[in-house]
């Protein structure tokens, strides 16, 4: 009989009421993070990132909320992360940028597949080919990692600048 006191049924379960609270919390709190992913975080990504830039996050090792968008024939991404396991202690939270474009066939207008990602400079970004990046990734893994490749690797990935 206490039960209608407490607006909880006899048994475990939540009643209605408390279940439709827990249910607009919850896209309360949805509501809010899409906010925030589309409002505040993506003006901070090193290139614009559209309206429409379908997002998805992952937790784990590090946190990750990737962007994605299709334009002018490229698959764009732009990923912005946590500080990985074995990243520079003072790397901290960063953003990673690439772009795929498909390959076309065969004959006169045949293209290759394009792959690039974008690297800052000393007069803002460049793109460049994504198979010197993995190259990069491994050579530091094994701590034979050259100059080039310490720099590529570095200005590959973009420091947040929370504003």
Do not use: C
């Not at 006899?10 to 899409?34: A, D, H, I, M």
């Not at 491994?138 to 600048?161: F, I, R």
Request: aromatic residues 10%.
């Amino acid at each position: 009989m206490g039960s209608s006191d407490s607006g909880e049924s006899s048994g475990k379960q939540p009643t209605l009421e408390q279940e439709e609270y827990r249910v607009k919390e919850v896209e309360n709190e949805n509501s809010l993070k899409e906010h925030y992913f589309r409002e505040v975080l993506a003006k901070r990504s090193p290139i614009r990132i559209p309206a429409d830039a379908k997002i998805s996050e992952k937790h784990g090792n590090y946190d990750q909320i990737r962007y994605r968008w299709t334009s002018n024939e490229y698959r764009y991404e732009s990923r912005w992360h946590t500080r990985t396991p074995n990243a520079p202690v003072d790397q901290g939270d960063t953003w990673v940028v690439n772009r795929r474009k498909s390959g076309k066939g065969f004959g006169p207008n045949a293209q290759h597949a394009v792959s690039e990602i974008f690297v800052k400079t000393s007069i803002g970004g460049v793109w460049v080919s994504m198979k010197i990046w993995p190259k990069a990734i491994s050579a530091k893994k094994m701590g034979v990692a050259t100059k080039e490749q310490e720099e590529l690797l570095k200005n590959g990935h973009w420091k947040d600048e929370r504003r």
